[in-house]
């Protein structure tokens, strides 16, 4: 059974850093690109970073470009989202995501529980 | 403002047949496959088509998609209460080098 658990969520003042992790299991994970996916409270889903298998291909949305870094460890089977210089519009929950392919953006099969970040001050 | 276009709002009766839009461009619907995800309230994302029009394991047929051009489409056919939930669209944009999701659609089982 594919299991994705979020960790690292919390209250963090504006400017401030805070490192989520996603901890898998049930699949070959580095056969898998992996996504990050956020949503701000009442509002919709919002992409935010993605990553190939082997971790040398890595996207980022522009609202998070220079601030936020993924990346993966393949040997401990764990997602990282890096989160720098967080803006009060950085809170959300953010879900970690399984892809369909290796490499691409085939969608999201797999869906962790999320994890709250609130930046307020 | 989403890149991708989906009506705020849907609703039908149970029985019924409901059909979402999704709008976008050359650069994301137009060149690559469509996925729809659904979201139960307060529930992660599920999801529900991929590449354009494949069902993964275990989702009922009643749910299916299209695409043409630049516009996607889910249906979903013998409307249940359960499918009470907000649906999204989404695609990767070759310009952004970026997914994109629509706003969603908010499908409310009268």
């Known amino acids: 059974e594919v299991q994705l658990v979020e960790s690292g969520g919390g209250l963090v003042q504006p400017g401030g850093s805070l490192r989520l992790s996603c901890a898998a299991s049930g699949f070959t994970f580095a056969n898998y690109a992996m996504s990050w996916v956020r949503q701000a409270p009442g509002k919709g889903l919002k992409w935010v970073s993605g990553?190939?298998?082997?971790?040398?291909?890595?996207y980022y949305a522009d609202f998070v470009k220079g601030r936020f870094t993924i990346s993966r460890e393949n040997s401990k089977n764990t997602l990282h989202l890096q989160m720098n210089t967080l803006r009060v519009e950085d809170t959300a929950i953010y879900y970690c995501?399984?892809?369909?392919?290796?490499?691409?953006?085939?969608?999201?099969?797999?869906w962790g529980q999320g994890i709250l970040v609130t930046v307020s001050s | 403002q989403s890149v991708l276009t989906q009506p705020p709002s849907a609703s039908g009766t149970p029985g019924q047949r409901v059909s979402i839009s999704c709008s976008g461009s050359?650069?994301?619907?137009?060149?690559?496959?469509v996925n729809w995800y659904q979201q139960l309230p307060e529930t992660a994302p599920k999801l529900l088509i991929y590449s354009d029009n494949q069902r993964p394991s275990g989702v009922p047929d009643r749910f299916s998609g299209s695409k043409s051009g630049t516009s996607a489409s889910l249906a979903i056919t013998g409307l249940q209460s359960e499918d009470e939930a907000d649906y999204y669209c989404?695609?990767?944009?070759?310009?952004?080098?970026?997914?994109?999701f629509g706003g969603g659609t908010k499908l409310t089982v009268l």
């Open positions: 990553i190939s298998g082997s971790g040398g291909h890595t």
């Open positions: 989404a695609a990767w944009d070759d310009n952004l080098n970026a997914r994109v």
């Open positions: 995501a399984k892809d369909l392919m290796y490499y691409g953006d085939y969608g999201s099969d797999y």
């Open positions: 050359s650069s994301n619907v137009g060149s690559n496959t």
